[in-house]
C-alpha cells in the first residue's frame, strides 16, 4: 500500500484517482447497516401482509395474511360517506322540491350533491353551471342560470320538466302562408324582439289573422301552460345566423326558417326541441329528480311568482 494514502491505518483497494484519491476499504456505518436490514424486513412482511405476488394461474395470486383490498377500503370509505349522507337522504324521500328549498340545511346539503347530478346528466347539453352550449343553429339546449323561461321557472316547474322531459312543437306554416306572408311574420316577429312590433303593419295583421295567436297570443309574450316562447324578447334558442365575429344573432331569415319548417313538425329542415324524461326512462331515482330541481333552480334562474308571460323561454322552440 502507498503510504500516501496510509493516513488511518485503514487499507486501500488499490485504487487511487487523481494521484491524490485512495479508496479504503471500510465497512458501511453500522445505521446505514440497520437501515438496509430494516427494510428488507418491511419488504418481506408488506409483501406477506398486503396481495403481492402473481401466480401461474390466471387472475391468482397470493391474497396476504391480512385479508386486505382495495374493494373493501372503498366499501369503508363508501360506508363513511353514506352515514354522513344518510341523515339527508332519509329526509329527502318524503319532502317535495319547494320543502326541501324552504330547508337551509338540506338545501345546501342538495346544492353541493345536485352538482355531481347535474355534472353527469345536464352538463353535456346545457353547459356547466346551465350556460348553455351552442351548435351550428345556436342554442344547443337553454340557459338555465337565467329567468326567462318557457315552461316555468318555480320549483315545480323544474321538477316537472326534468322528470317528464319536454318536446317543442311547432307546425310548419309554408302550406298554410305564403311566401311574402312568411317573409311579413318573420319581419314582425324579429321588429316585436326590437320594441318596434307596430312598425310591420303587414306582418303584424298576418300574425293577427293566422294561427300565430293561439300559440304565442295576441301581444307575442308566449303561453306558459303550452310551453310557447316569448317573442317580444332578445333570448332566441334558435338564432343560426353567423356574424362577422363569430358569433349567431337573430335575422328574419332565421325566424323565417323556423316559421317556415316548424319545430318537431317533422319535416326534414324542422328545428328539434326535445328533452328526455329522467324517470320515464329510468335514468334518476325520485330522490335525484328533487335534486336537480333544486339545483337548477338555485343557479340564480328560479322564479318564485313571475307572471306567465315573464316564464316564456330561452328554449325558443317557437323561433
Known amino acids: 500500500?502507498?503510504?500516501?494514502?496510509?493516513?488511518?491505518?485503514?487499507?486501500?483497494?488499490?485504487?487511487?484517482?487523481?494521484?491524490?484519491?485512495?479508496?479504503?476499504?471500510?465497512?458501511?456505518?453500522?445505521?446505514?447497516?440497520l437501515g438496509l436490514a430494516a427494510s428488507a424486513l418491511f419488504v418481506v412482511v408488506y409483501w406477506t401482509y398486503y396481495p403481492s405476488i402473481p401466480f401461474a394461474s390466471a387472475g391468482s395470486f397470493f391474497k396476504g395474511i391480512g385479508g386486505w383490498t382495495a374493494i373493501k377500503e372503498m366499501e369503508a370509505?363508501?360506508?363513511?360517506?353514506?352515514?354522513?349522507?344518510?341523515?339527508?337522504?332519509?329526509?329527502?324521500?318524503d319532502m317535495t322540491p319547494a320543502a326541501i328549498l324552504a330547508d337551509n340545511e338540506l338545501s345546501e346539503y342538495v346544492k353541493r350533491s345536485g352538482k355531481v347530478l347535474f355534472g353527469d346528466n345536464c352538463a353535456a347539453c346545457?353547459?356547466?353551471?346551465?350556460?348553455?352550449?351552442?351548435?351550428?343553429?345556436?342554442?344547443?339546449?337553454?340557459?338555465?342560470?337565467?329567468?326567462?323561461?318557457?315552461?316555468g321557472g318555480k320549483i315545480d316547474n323544474i321538477h316537472e320538466t326534468i322528470t317528464g322531459g319536454r318536446q317543442g312543437i311547432m307546425m310548419a306554416h309554408k302550406d298554410s302562408l305564403k311566401p311574402e306572408q312568411i317573409d311579413a311574420v318573420a319581419k314582425y316577429v324579429l321588429a316585436l324582439s326590437e320594441g318596434?312590433?307596430?312598425?310591420?303593419?303587414?306582418?303584424?295583421?298576418?300574425?293577427?289573422?293566422s294561427d300565430c295567436t293561439a300559440c304565442h297570443g295576441p301581444d307575442g309574450k308566449g303561453i306558459q301552460a303550452m310551453g310557447s316562447a316569448n317573442l317580444t324578447d332578445k333570448v332566441y334558442r334558435f338564432?343560426?345566423?353567423?356574424?362577422?365575429?363569430?358569433t349567431y344573432g337573430i335575422s328574419a331569415d332565421s325566424i323565417r326558417r323556423t316559421i317556415t319548417y316548424g319545430v318537431n313538425s317533422g319535416d326534414p329542415q324542422a328545428r328539434v326541441a326535445a328533452m328526455p324524461g329522467f324517470k320515464a326512462a329510468g335514468k334518476l331515482s325520485d330522490a335525484e329528480?328533487?335534486?336537480?330541481?333544486?339545483?337548477?333552480?338555485?343557479?340564480?334562474?328560479?322564479?318564485?311568482?313571475?307572471?306567465?308571460?315573464?316564464q316564456a323561454s330561452t328554449a325558443g322552440v317557437a323561433r
Do not use: C
Open 1 to 33: 500500500m502507498n503510504e500516501k494514502y496510509d493516513v488511518s491505518g485503514v487499507p486501500t483497494t488499490g485504487h487511487v484517482w487523481d494521484d491524490d484519491l485512495g479508496d479504503f476499504t471500510n465497512q458501511p456505518p453500522k445505521w446505514w447497516i
Open 77 to 93: 370509505d363508501k360506508g363513511e360517506v353514506d352515514a354522513i349522507r344518510g341523515k339527508f337522504e332519509s329526509r329527502l324521500k
Open 126 to 151: 346545457h353547459g356547466q353551471n346551465g350556460v348553455g352550449t351552442r351548435d351550428k343553429e345556436g342554442l344547443f339546449a337553454p340557459i338555465l342560470n337565467d329567468d326567462d323561461w318557457l315552461y
Open 196 to 209: 318596434k312590433g307596430d312598425s310591420e303593419t303587414v306582418g303584424k295583421k298576418v300574425f293577427m289573422e
Open 239 to 246: 338564432a343560426d345566423i353567423k356574424n362577422a365575429d363569430g
Open 289 to 310: 329528480i328533487k335534486k336537480l330541481a333544486v339545483y337548477v333552480y338555485k343557479f340564480g334562474g328560479g322564479l318564485a311568482d313571475a307572471p306567465a308571460a315573464a
